[in-house]
Nanobody, 127 residues
Framework: QVRLVESGGGLVRAGDSLRLSCAPS????????VAWFRQAPGKEREFVAS?????????NYADSVKGRFTISRDAVKDTVALQMNTLKPEDTSVYYC???????????????????WGRGTQVTVFS
């Protein structure tokens, strides 16, 4: 399967910014969508943002991060970034990169599930 490696997490002050990166081990042609999820201790995993890996690069955001977070893709490096601005303590979580296989991949499945998951990167925001 495709391996996803997250980086960029850390400890920051409320109001500061942080930029996460997701590096897939496979070409973008094998991936339909890349998303970021997060999970805080004692809470369920929640969706943060997603982006299509084709020309339209349609983006989707959770209401809690709209206007603060921006997801983008680097066509040259074939990576996906999550720019997080105006961070709040409630943003503290382990952030996971996830990817949905494209129809060109042997791992493709119909539906909205994500086939590939990274191991996560910790983001801690203190006030």
């Amino acid at each position: 399967q495709v391996r996803l490696v997250e980086s960029g997490g850390g400890l920051v002050r409320a109001g500061d910014s942080l930029r996460l990166s997701c590096a897939p081990s496979a070409p973008a042609s094998n991936i339909d969508t890349v998303a970021w999820f997060r999970q805080a201790p004692g809470k369920e995993r929640e969706f943060v943002a997603s982006i299509k890996m084709w020309a339209g690069n349609n983006q989707n955001y959770a209401d809690s991060v709209k206007g603060r977070f921006t997801i983008s893709r680097d066509a040259v490096k074939d990576t996906v970034a999550l720019q997080m601005n105006t961070l709040k303590p409630e943003d503290t979580s382990v952030y996971y990169c996830a990817a949905r296989a494209s129809i060109l991949s042997d791992d493709y499945r119909e539906g909205d599930d994500y086939q590939y998951w990274g191991r996560g990167t910790q983001v801690t925001v203190f006030s």
